[in-house]
């Protein structure tokens, strides 16, 4: 069992930068690939990052790349998404979920936990 819980969401002005935080508890968490997923209303949940188990692999969305930045600490069982220049198209709840797998994927399906959500909104 994995438990998720974000953090860090909030309002900012297009141009400005937010950290997430996921705080993981759970034995399984260090051998866990996590992601962030995002979804704004009106919308499906879409991937935005992952990174491995190991920490030495990340991926991103198009649409964040070279913006975005995921990392993982698992001595502090934390995961954090660096957003910067943010736009308004950023504007969603953002969720942190955790995978029982060693690779990356960027299907929701396949990943098994999630955390509640943290607004994120961006004004233009």
């Known amino acids: 069992q994995v438990q998720l819980v974000e953090s860090g969401g909030g309002l900012v002005q297009a141009g400005g930068s937010l950290r997430l935080s996921c705080a993981a508890s759970?034995?399984?968490?260090?051998?866990?690939?996590m992601g962030w997923f995002r979804q704004a209303p009106g919308k499906e949940r879409e991937f935005v990052a992952g990174?491995?188990?190991?920490?030495?692999?990340?991926y991103y969305a198009d649409s964040v790349k070279g913006r975005f930045t995921i990392t993982r600490d698992d001595a502090k069982n934390m995961v954090y998404l660096q957003m910067n220049i943010l736009k308004p198209e950023d504007t969603a709840v953002y969720y942190c979920?955790?995978?029982?797998?060693?690779?990356?994927?960027?299907?929701?399906?396949?990943?098994?936990?999630w955390g509640q959500g943290t607004q994120v909104t961006v004004s233009s």
């Open positions: 979920a955790a995978a029982h797998m060693f690779g990356i994927t960027t299907s929701q399906w396949t990943y098994d936990y």
């Open positions: 990174i491995s188990w190991s920490g030495d692999s990340t």
């Open positions: 759970g034995r399984t968490f260090s051998s866990s690939t």
